[in-house]
């Protein structure tokens, strides 16, 4: 959410990050603090409204170096992010094996994949392996496209595939790694399948 491109989603969301650019330090600090520990404890959607907001906000947090200020106090289950000194707030995403945990605050990788607990990155890896060729159908060339006879029914097929993959992801795997961390995002969506976040739910 870093508001680089000049899409219509991404201005939206710049234009509602002003409510957070206004807060002085203190004020952002406070109210940071005060949502993680609405947040703990849980296993959150990416979607849902109470993470875009606080994304929002970490990423004004970020940019003036609220956390390296000490300004407020936050929950105590919250240990330092070693990429940013922000409190541990991990995202699961499809990127799994690549880019680790990502961390809500700087968008780097909060936890390297090797770094996981044992038995919980073996289902990780699993999922992500599974996952992988299913998000690769968006991503066919033209050849591949072609050999595949019908591609506008493989693209459905595996937008299928990829909202039951997604819905694993948030009600098997985010919930194990809520045994090791004090809260838990996991990515709803994806995009190049056009899987939106209301399309992953039970029974879709």
């Given at each position: ?108 990788t909060l936890i390297a994949f090797s770094d996981l607990p044992h038995e919980v990155a073996e289902l990780i890896a699993a ?59 996991w990515e709803d969506q994806d995009e190049c399948l056009e899987v939106r976040p209301e399309d992953v739910r039970?029974?879709?």
């Amino acid at each position: 959410m870093a508001f680089e491109s000049d899409s219509p989603l991404d201005q939206l969301w710049k234009s509602y990050s002003r409510t957070f650019a206004a807060f002085d330090d203190l004020t952002l600090a406070r109210w940071l603090a005060q949502t993680l520990g609405q947040l703990e404890g849980r296993v959150w959607r990416l979607s849902h409204p109470l993470v875009g907001a606080y994304r929002l906000a970490a990423l004004i947090a970020h940019e003036r170096q609220i956390w390296l200020k000490r300004l407020a106090t936050i929950p105590a289950v919250y240990q330092d992010a070693a990429c940013c000194r922000a409190p541990v707030l991990p995202l699961l995403t499809r990127d799994v094996r690549e880019s680790g945990l990502i961390c809500q605050h700087c968008n780097e990788t909060l936890i390297a994949f090797s770094d996981l607990p044992h038995e919980v990155a073996e289902l990780i890896a699993a999922w992500a392996d599974e996952y992988e060729p299913v998000h690769g159908v968006a991503h066919w060339d033209d050849c591949r496209r072609r050999s595949a006879g019908d591609y506008e029914r493989a693209y459905e097929n595996a937008a299928q595939q990829a909202e039951q993959l997604l819905l694993r992801a948030g009600t098997q795997l985010a919930p194990r790694l809520l045994e090791h961390y004090p809260a838990i995002i996991w990515e709803d969506q994806d995009e190049c399948l056009e899987v939106r976040p209301e399309d992953v739910r039970p029974g879709s």
